[in-house]
């Protein structure tokens, strides 16, 4: 029997993301029409010996988490709970918190995953590559080859080529180590939490040690209780024979910012060619003109006239008008785009109106095509303090007048604007 983790952080993660994540948890934003968490959990329902997926984070339960898990458990007829953190406890504090639960009618492995990444998932190879590797108590890390400059920005994995072993894992170098990188998606045994449970007794050891006075003011079981798989546990497993790689070439990335949002959705798009045709729209009479892969909900109202794609997700409700342009944008649920308006790499956030021949735009963020193991930048917002240009974001119930243009900006919820901006963060 098997089960998945899919830790999902809490509301003081996904910062990149504002303001889209002030109305959404980040893990429930749409990626190509789905909430990002659906296309994990899909994955994981197609495993036939799956019995239950936890989502692991610190999120007060809400309404939208809550109708969020209601609704895939019906849609794919397996357990899925929500455990929440009583704090921010890291990567591996929160699964070795909730391990009896893990635990409970004896897996005999586990996958956990970070609920920030798009993937193929290719769980199933993970599953006969742990057969084949190692012995039965050892863990698998999804790796994929990134560039040796971005490879700084991720765990970076140093394998036996011969034998596929971790040998050295170093997250986030500050210089080169390897070009293989964490994707952020393992498959662990029980055994795990022996591991854990050491590095847990160490902490706790520690700060009996070296109590200062402002430890004694915290909570000490609190501190000991954070633990983060990559640093703590990868680092020390590495060159024991116990942690082995499984190196995917198939899509990966990371969904940090808005930008990558995009980015993310064009993949799950192609890749819903061979697994969700059914959410491609096509070309019909009296339907609108489509060009590449787009979604759109069926309850969108779209003129004829209007021309849509690549990569465009229409959310529910969005109504748009004759003659708009949209491309490598998604345009969330109840927005308005008036007629002949154009969109092109942003982001229209819920219940938002643009009007008639005004121009959304932004640039796109997608990593270099001409280098196949580029990943997308997800960078800071500034650099040399200046705005990055980047995609455009408007948040929810944004008003852009007619006849205006939006370039490279992030506008945030509920502004009414009255002229052109470039480059700017409206507040
Ligand atoms: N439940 C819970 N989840 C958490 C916590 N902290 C982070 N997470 C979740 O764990 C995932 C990893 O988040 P980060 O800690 O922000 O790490 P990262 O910068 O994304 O890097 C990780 O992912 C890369 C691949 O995308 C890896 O390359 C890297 O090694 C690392 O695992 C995210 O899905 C985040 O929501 C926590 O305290 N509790």
């Given at each position: 029997m098997l089960k998945a983790v899919i830790l999902i952080g809490g509301p003081q993660k996904g910062?990149?993301?504002r303001p889209l994540s002030f109305e959404v948890p980040k893990p429930l934003f749409p990626v190509a029409g789905v909430p990002m968490l659906q296309h994990h959990i899909e994955a994981c329902s197609k495993l036939p010996n799956m019995k239950e997926i936890l989502l692991i984070g610190f999120y007060q339960p809400n309404e939208e988490l809550n109708r969020f898990l209601s609704?895939?458990?019906q849609d794919f007829k397996i357990s899925i709970r929500y455990l929440q953190e009583y704090a921010a406890l890291g990567t591996g504090g929160g699964i070795y918190h909730f391990r009896d639960q893990i635990l409970s009618g004896s897996p005999e492995a586990f996958f956990v995953m970070n609920a920030d990444v798009c993937s193929e998932f290719p769980l199933p190879e993970m599953l006969d590559f742990q057969k084949e590797h190692g012995d039965a108590y050892s863990f698998v890390i999804l790796g994929t080859t990134a560039n040796r400059k971005q490879s700084l920005n991720y765990g970076c994995i140093v394998e036996n080529e011969q034998t596929?072993?971790?040998?050295?894992y170093v997250e986030k170098p500050s210089t080169f180590v390897s070009d293989i990188i964490n994707c952020g998606i393992y498959l662990f045994t029980p055994e795990i939490f022996q591991h854990i449970g050491t590095v847990f007794q160490k902490n706790q050891q520690d700060m009996l040690f070296y109590r200062t006075r402002l430890e004694e003011q915290s909570n000490g079981w609190h501190r000991a209780e954070v633990i983060r798989l990559e640093q703590d546990i990868f680092t020390a497993l590495a060159g024991q024979g116990k942690l082995y790689v499984y190196k995917t070439d198939r899509f990966w990335s990371q969904i940090k910012s808005a930008g990558s949002a995009i980015y993310a959705s064009r993949l799950y798009l192609n890749q819903y060619h061979t697994t969700h045709p059914e959410r491609l729209a096509t070309n019909r009479e009296g339907g609108p003109k489509t060009r590449g892969h787009v979604y759109i909900h069926p309850t969108a109202n779209i003129d004829p006239t209007a021309v849509l794609g690549p990569n465009v997700s229409i959310g529910t409700g969005v109504t748009i008008g004759a003659g708009v342009r949209v491309r490598e944008s998604i345009i969330l649920h109840g927005a308005t785009l008036q007629d002949h308006s154009c969109v092109l790499n942003s982001i229209v956030?819920?219940?938002?109106?643009?009007?008639?021949w005004a121009r959304v735009e932004g640039t796109p963020s997608d990593p270099n095509p001409n280098d196949p193991y580029?990943?997308?930048?997800?960078?800071?917002?500034?650099?040399?303090?200046?705005?990055?240009?980047?995609?455009t974001i408007l948040g929810c119930n944004v008003n852009i007048p007619s006849e205006v243009i939006i370039l490279n900006s992030i506008v945030l919820p509920h502004k009414d604007l009255n002229r052109s901006f470039k480059n700017q963060i409206i507040l």
């Amino acid at each position: 029997m098997l089960k998945a983790v899919i830790l999902i952080g809490g509301p003081q993660k996904g910062t990149r993301f504002r303001p889209l994540s002030f109305e959404v948890p980040k893990p429930l934003f749409p990626v190509a029409g789905v909430p990002m968490l659906q296309h994990h959990i899909e994955a994981c329902s197609k495993l036939p010996n799956m019995k239950e997926i936890l989502l692991i984070g610190f999120y007060q339960p809400n309404e939208e988490l809550n109708r969020f898990l209601s609704c895939a458990q019906q849609d794919f007829k397996i357990s899925i709970r929500y455990l929440q953190e009583y704090a921010a406890l890291g990567t591996g504090g929160g699964i070795y918190h909730f391990r009896d639960q893990i635990l409970s009618g004896s897996p005999e492995a586990f996958f956990v995953m970070n609920a920030d990444v798009c993937s193929e998932f290719p769980l199933p190879e993970m599953l006969d590559f742990q057969k084949e590797h190692g012995d039965a108590y050892s863990f698998v890390i999804l790796g994929t080859t990134a560039n040796r400059k971005q490879s700084l920005n991720y765990g970076c994995i140093v394998e036996n080529e011969q034998t596929d072993e971790v040998l050295h894992y170093v997250e986030k170098p500050s210089t080169f180590v390897s070009d293989i990188i964490n994707c952020g998606i393992y498959l662990f045994t029980p055994e795990i939490f022996q591991h854990i449970g050491t590095v847990f007794q160490k902490n706790q050891q520690d700060m009996l040690f070296y109590r200062t006075r402002l430890e004694e003011q915290s909570n000490g079981w609190h501190r000991a209780e954070v633990i983060r798989l990559e640093q703590d546990i990868f680092t020390a497993l590495a060159g024991q024979g116990k942690l082995y790689v499984y190196k995917t070439d198939r899509f990966w990335s990371q969904i940090k910012s808005a930008g990558s949002a995009i980015y993310a959705s064009r993949l799950y798009l192609n890749q819903y060619h061979t697994t969700h045709p059914e959410r491609l729209a096509t070309n019909r009479e009296g339907g609108p003109k489509t060009r590449g892969h787009v979604y759109i909900h069926p309850t969108a109202n779209i003129d004829p006239t209007a021309v849509l794609g690549p990569n465009v997700s229409i959310g529910t409700g969005v109504t748009i008008g004759a003659g708009v342009r949209v491309r490598e944008s998604i345009i969330l649920h109840g927005a308005t785009l008036q007629d002949h308006s154009c969109v092109l790499n942003s982001i229209v956030g819920w219940g938002s109106t643009i009007g008639k021949w005004a121009r959304v735009e932004g640039t796109p963020s997608d990593p270099n095509p001409n280098d196949p193991y580029a990943k997308i930048d997800s960078e800071t917002l500034f650099r040399d303090g200046k705005l990055t240009p980047s995609i455009t974001i408007l948040g929810c119930n944004v008003n852009i007048p007619s006849e205006v243009i939006i370039l490279n900006s992030i506008v945030l919820p509920h502004k009414d604007l009255n002229r052109s901006f470039k480059n700017q963060i409206i507040l």
